[in-house]
């Protein structure tokens, strides 16, 4: 074993990124700094401004809290990876830090896919979006959200321990599980957050995301179209940047880790690149705050009473909360 603590099938293997221990405490403070300056100032002025919350509101809040509650953990990370990869503060800590680190990834990417769905709906279904404006339904499917993502966080911070202790004296934290510890704790997890984590969310944003966009574009006069496609971009580029890359490497660790792919070239690249794209993972906190600017722009559905026609005509304004 070397700093990397992996564990591997192949013992011959060796997995090293010593670029880690400086990457991960740059990326996790500017991170730590822009993130919670931005999210703490976003929650508060639409805290602040917003008489009645919109379904877009909702969702956009919650999605700060995930933020604030995500750079919160990061002081720990930075730590950690200062002292190369030794977690210091006990198992407690790092079951809860090590959770609330891995849960914001999907629960950001839920309330991402919420917002994606509202502006779809806001876009191409107008009537039916004022209709919901009325109801608790945004409301209701965000505690659905945090009431699953409890249900599933829970058992993994009372399931035992997520240390690793190696003979060097080292403590890993979530991260380089033992076969034992990964096949019967880790491996479902896997599967559950590759699937309803990711690829349902992100098929969601990929699908919606340009329909609405295309929608957009084809009105013909309105000062907020370009705004309205701006968001939609930056959530797009928030998705490819951050969460894809990811994903991906994880998913290829994922079949490694169940002996589907078995060379050790391939695996220790897999390594460093993993690392990386943890890092780029994290950006997603202080990217968010863009997000809040544009979006919370809320859509308001003008209608044009003057038409009394079998046609109505719904145009898509925004206005500032």
Known sequence: MNNSHEFSADLNCSYEAQFQYHLFPVVYSIVFILGLIGNVSALCLLTKKMKKASPSYVYITNLAVVDIIYVCTLPFRIYYHIKKNDWPFGDITCRITGTLYFANIYISIAFLSLICIDRYIAVVHPRKYIRMRNTHCSKITSMLV??????????????????????????????????????????????????????IPFTVIMIFYPLAANKIAQLKSSPYKEKALTTIRVILVISVVCFIPYHVTHLLYFLTRLDFIRNCAFSSFLYKTRRITMALVSLNSCLDPLIYYFTTNHFKLNYDRRKRSAQKVYTIAWHNI
């Open 146 to 199: 945090w009431v699953l993502s409890l249900a599933i966080m829970l058992p993994l911070v009372f399931g035992g321990s997520l240390n690793s202790t190696f003979k060097n004296n080292m403590t890993a934290c979530f991260e380089n599980f033992d076969p034992e510890t990964w096949n019967k704790r880790m491996a479902v997890y896997n599967i559950v957050a590759l699937l309803f984590g990711f690829v």
